[in-house]
């Protein structure tokens, strides 16, 4: 009697290194839609897949972030050519933004960027974020800043967008939005949380005008710098929020990793 062969899935075909990022890279897609950050399929989070040859992942142009698993993510060269998988379309600006950054910045394993609501008003406001509450403060002194240039689908933007990065993980796009940079998924994700979180606040409190703020004590924002850089916050995002963030999707919207 013949024996019938199973079609080889994706998982077969990647190293068991990149199969983890594409996990992890799907798990971030549907946190975002869970969080609330997603715009409809607009937006773009990537992740470097392990190797000499400089590929990344990134989302499929007609999914929804909430739909996302770890087969479904289109694996591209720093050309923006597909290099395996189906023929899938992809997000031209995100090919611009996300290329850019990993062409650049060896340590940039996952660069992540957002169009929300909180995010794109404190990137039109001239002061950009502001060092009020403790949130800010741990976020503020990674962030950079790059200054509109309209939809980002022109080549030549990208050495900007380095430029202005230059050693930061986080930068806030003017007029547009947030974007961070990690050494994986997890420290990513936790990095947006943070400024996203930040920007959030930071709408809530000039609600009420901005007379009356209360200003930080001199030294406190540097101090809060220390505090939260460096090893300890990398442990923190990959050792402690980023499983329980899995474990809150396991709960709400499985399939990621299928």
Partial sequence: MATLLKPATVRDQVSAEEWQARVDLAAAYRLVALYGWDDLIFTHLSARVPGPEHHFLINPYNMMFEEM????LVKIDIEGNQ????????NRAGFVIHSAIHMAREDANSVMHLHTPYGQAVSAMADGLLPHTQTAMIA???VAYHDYEGIATELDERERL???LGDKNAMILRNHGTLATGASVAQAFIRLYFLER????????????????NTPPQGVEHK???QS???G????AQGLAWPALLRKLDRHNPGYDA
Avoid: N, Y
């Fill in 162 to 164: 380095v430029a202005d």
């Fill in 229 to 231: 850089s460096g090893a």
């Fill in 233 to 236: 916050m990398a442990m923190l």
């Fill in 69 to 72: 698993t770890a087969s479904a």
């Fill in 83 to 90: 290099v395996f998988g189906e023929p899938a379309a992809v």
């Fill in 198 to 213: 930040a920007c959030e606040a930071q709408v809530h409190m000039l609600s009420a005008g901005r007379d009356g703020l």
């Fill in 224 to 226: 809060v710098k220390e």
């Fill in 140 to 142: 503020a002194h990674d």
